[in-house]
């Protein structure tokens, strides 16, 4: 696609519910990224791949969350048994890599908007 | 590690008029890029601007700016001739030029209204 798609743009669940957020980057984009946005906050990174492995899953608040990323295109983060202060904006983004130069613009979706009750 | 700190949690102009925003950054070292990235009521994240740490010159585009003070390690951005739909929260970001894709840091955001 044009641009970087998340689903579902707004998930509403009960505590202690799982949850799985979609990202579909720009095609092409080797590496991505998931960061959560709290309200009225900064971003959080999360988690980063670069194609299907992930280099950087430093910022991966607790062991209820994972993310994977298949075929080098879409990701999906997990997040069980979710908690009330898991409720943020999940934030993905996609940027290019090129050979060793970095382009440093990161492209990003629209977030999905989750809260638990 | 990387910090990235924006004093001013919000901020509002006239329209037509300037407005700054500062940021300051803790790094030891000496490869980076910094970033503004814009994000209005729609939430997806737009770049402003980018600046690499070795050029000295500061980056411009359009009506903003930025004020790059290295030893300082200050990062400000200006908007000249503001226009209602620079009604956004604004993010500084760093990133380590050393580690290739590696993440972007964020401030915490500076919420700019302008008004008409």
């Known amino acids: 696609g044009a641009g970087v798609s998340q689903s579902p743009s707004n998930k509403v669940t009960e505590k202690g519910k799982d949850v799985e957020l979609r990202c579909d980057p720009i095609s092409g984009h080797t590496a991505l990224y998931w960061y959560r946005q709290s309200l009225g906050q900064g971003l959080e990174f999360l988690i980063y791949?670069?194609?299907?492995?992930?280099?950087?899953k430093s910022g991966l608040p607790s062991d209820r969350f994972s993310a994977e990323r298949t075929g080098g295109s879409v990701s999906t983060l997990t997040i069980q048994r979710t908690q009330q202060e898991d409720s943020a904006v999940y934030l993905c983004?996609?940027?290019?890599?090129?050979?060793?130069?970095?382009?440093?613009?990161?492209?990003f979706g629209e977030g999905s908007r989750l809260t638990v009750l | 590690a990387q910090t990235v700190t924006q004093s001013q949690p919000e901020m509002s102009v006239q329209e037509a008029e300037t407005v700054t925003l500062s940021c300051t950054y803790d790094t030891s070292e000496s490869n980076y890029y910094l970033f503004w990235y814009k994000q209005p009521p729609s939430r997806q994240m737009i770049l402003v601007i980018r600046?690499?740490?070795?050029?000295?010159q500061n980056a411009t585009e359009n009506r903003f700016s930025v004020n790059f003070q290295k030893a300082a390690k200050s990062f400000s951005l200006k908007i000249s001739d503001s226009q209602l739909g620079d009604t956004a929260m604004y993010f500084c970001a760093f990133m380590n030029g050393q580690a290739a894709g590696n993440k972007l840091t964020f401030g915490g955001g500076t919420r700019v209204l302008v008004k008409p």
């Open positions: 983004a996609s940027s290019e890599k090129g050979q060793g130069v970095i382009t440093g613009e990161l492209f």
């Open positions: 600046q690499e740490a070795y050029k000295q």
């Open positions: 791949f670069q194609g299907n492995s992930a280099p950087d």
